[in-house]
């Protein structure tokens, strides 16, 4: 069963953000996943970053916390009557010379501006949390 929480993180270097576009289903993204049961959120998006982007970083918390309703078709994933999930928001800032190293759910990254992250981006979710970090470091909207 899927879980009802997961984590999305925003990996910035200066004015510069990476998206990774997702092996499932082509839509560019942020590292992002479920936490598990015995995980805090911060404790699941730190593994996850790990996992997804090889980043071990420290995890800023963009105390944003979003909802949204599992699609239809994708609620046999989850338990009966469990199809609202929560996304915690954190940004990890990658150093100098850094980039990547993909797992087997992404296929390529790319470093992007505000702009185009924004554009690029398949869920409202994590537009929403890229201006929130953006705004953060100082980029306007």
Known sequence: MRKTREAAIFVYRRR???LMRRRRDGHWNVPAGQIEDDESFAEGAARELLEEAQLAAPLIDLDLRE??????QYRRLYAAGEYTVTVASYAAEAPDGWEPTLNHEH?????????????????LEARTGLRALATRIGIPA
């Open 16 to 18: 510069q953000f990476l």
């Open 67 to 72: 909802t949204y309703e599992v699609e239809p």
């Open 107 to 123: 296929t390529e990254y790319r470093w992007c501006s505000h702009e185009d992250g924004l554009a690029l981006l398949h869920w």
